[in-house]
């Protein structure tokens, strides 16, 4: 295990702020963007560039400033620094034209749970001014792909998490977006669930000419993209795919199970020169070609080993490689569930 590194995108105070000629061909470019709620920096100079077409996702714990950052994309909430264009319009001075050109879906249900699937879908394309001959072939449209036009004039009370949450993707593309924002889109939802949705967000990619955005603190969703920005405190520690990230680690995890975990971190440190940590109860570490240095530990006298895993770099050996940290560690970490703003955690 490895100290912190410093970030991909340290930069100097003066960069250059983004124009509507560098954003040809993103769909989302930041630069320098900055949110600050009285002492606390949300986000804390975060550089972007999200081409269009691109699935891209933003890995990491509560309060690491993912939802901060789409709030502000997605025009609801003003950087105190730096600038955002989206689909070509800047997010404070444009904030109309963005808005027409994005869908987005909440961690939490915003559907009026009175209202059947159909009614809630006929509000949206309204509001945002859908001509009405294109309403009824839109609507049918955005249910198939969900899999809900079957259940169009059912109260929406009456439907699972899971249909709820392929409901709101379906409102989110009422009007045809360029770029869908999800945020935590199966935060709540169990494995089965979860898999569902991403099978509907994979056949939207291919029947949609869109862009998709969306934040996680799941692993295993973070793999369904095309590239990942990892974000701590406020910041983006690596931004790569998932392969180049989990490549960059080049170790190994090993987690031991042992009657006394300090003896066992002590004589890592002092045989073999290797810093471990205690994660999930576990002794903890990073090493090139763990299942030939596994052997290594039986033959130490003194250390009693109950269980050992080795497993190839995950997205969260990559977390703990570039912050010191698992995500769930960080996760338990008070100062990091700060509630903050209207979507509650930052």
Same mark, same amino acid.
């Given at each position: 295990?490895?100290?912190?590194?410093?970030?991909?995108?340290?930069?100097?105070?003066?960069?250059?702020l983004?124009?509507?000629?560098?954003?040809?061909?993103?769909?989302?470019?930041?630069?320098?963007?900055?949110?600050?709620?009285?002492?606390?920096?949300?986000?804390?100079?975060?550089?972007?560039?999200?081409?269009?077409?691109?699935?891209?996702?933003?890995?990491?714990?509560?309060? +690491?400033?993912?939802s901060?950052?789409?709030?502000?994309?997605?025009? $609801?909430? !003003? #950087? %105190?620094? =730096?600038?955002?264009?989206?689909?070509?319009?800047?997010v404070?001075?444009?904030?109309?034209?963005?808005?027409?050109?994005?869908?987005?879906?909440?961690?939490?249900t915003?559907?009026?749970?009175?209202?059947?699937?159909?009614?809630?879908?006929?509000?949206?394309?309204?509001l945002?001014?859908l001509?009405?001959?294109?309403?009824?072939?839109?609507?049918?449209?955005?249910?198939?792909?969900?899999?809900?036009?079957?259940?169009?004039?059912?109260?929406?009370?009456?439907f699972?998490?899971?249909?709820?949450?392929?409901?709101?993707i +379906?409102?989110?593309?009422?009007?045809?977006?360029?770029?869908?924002? $999800?945020? !935590? #889109? %199966?935060? =709540?939802?169990?494995?089965?669930?979860?898999a569902?949705?991403?099978?509907?967000?994979?056949?939207l990619r291919?029947?949609?000419?869109?862009t998709?955005?969306?934040?996680?603190?799941?692993?295993?969703?973070?793999?369904?993209?095309?590239?990942?920005?990892?974000?701590?405190?406020?910041?983006?520690?690596?931004?790569?795919?998932?392969?180049?990230?989990?490549?960059?680690?080049?170790?190994?995890?090993?987690?031991?199970?042992?009657?006394?975990?300090?003896?066992a971190?002590?004589?890592?440190?002092?045989?073999?020169g290797?810093? +471990?940590?205690?994660?999930?109860?576990?002794?903890?570490?990073a090493?090139?070609?763990?299942?030939?240095?596994?052997?290594?530990?039986?033959?130490?006298?003194?250390?009693?080993?109950?269980?050992v895993?080795?497993?190839r770099?995950?997205?969260?050996?990559?977390?703990?490689?570039?912050?010191?940290?698992?995500?769930?560690?960080?996760?338990?970490?008070?100062?990091?569930?700060m509630?903050?703003?209207?979507?509650?955690?930052?």
């Amino acid at each position: 295990m490895t100290a912190p590194r410093p970030g991909p995108h340290d930069r100097p105070a003066d960069i250059a702020l983004p124009t509507a000629e560098d954003a040809v061909g993103s769909a989302v470019l930041v630069r320098g963007l900055e949110k600050s709620y009285g002492p606390i920096r949300a986000v804390d100079g975060i550089d972007l560039d999200v081409g269009t077409g691109e699935t891209f996702g933003f890995l990491g714990p509560n309060g +690491a400033g993912k939802s901060t950052t789409i709030k502000i994309l997605c025009t $609801l909430a !003003e #950087p %105190t620094g =730096g600038r955002a264009l989206v689909a070509g319009h800047d997010v404070v001075t444009d904030r109309a034209e963005v808005r027409r050109h994005i869908g987005l879906v909440f961690q939490d249900t915003t559907l009026d749970t009175y209202l059947t699937a159909e009614q809630n879908l006929r509000f949206h394309a309204e509001l945002y001014g859908l001509p009405r001959e294109v309403i009824g072939p839109r609507l049918q449209q955005v249910l198939e792909m969900v899999g809900l036009w079957e259940r169009r004039r059912d109260k929406v009370l009456t439907f699972s998490g899971g249909m709820k949450r392929r409901l709101e993707i +379906a409102r989110g593309l009422m009007h045809s977006p360029r770029v869908l924002f $999800l945020d !935590e #889109p %199966t935060v =709540g939802l169990d494995p089965q669930t979860r898999a569902s949705i991403w099978d509907y967000i994979h056949q939207l990619r291919r029947q949609e000419d869109i862009t998709i955005f969306l934040t996680t603190h799941y692993m295993d969703e973070a793999e369904h993209c095309d590239r990942i920005a990892i974000m701590d405190a406020g910041r983006i520690v690596a931004l790569d795919t998932p392969e180049a990230l989990k490549a960059s680690v080049g170790t190994d995890r090993i987690q031991i199970g042992t009657e006394d975990p300090q003896a066992a971190i002590e004589l890592l440190a002092g045989r073999f020169g290797i810093e +471990a940590a205690i994660h999930d109860d576990l002794v903890t570490f990073a090493v090139a070609g763990g299942e030939a240095f596994v052997p290594r530990l039986f033959a130490e006298p003194g250390l009693s080993i109950r269980s050992v895993h080795v497993a190839r770099p995950s997205l969260d050996d990559v977390f703990l490689s570039y912050t010191g940290r698992t995500i769930r560690d960080a996760e338990a970490t008070p100062a990091d569930n700060m509630r903050i703003g209207p979507w509650g955690r930052r």
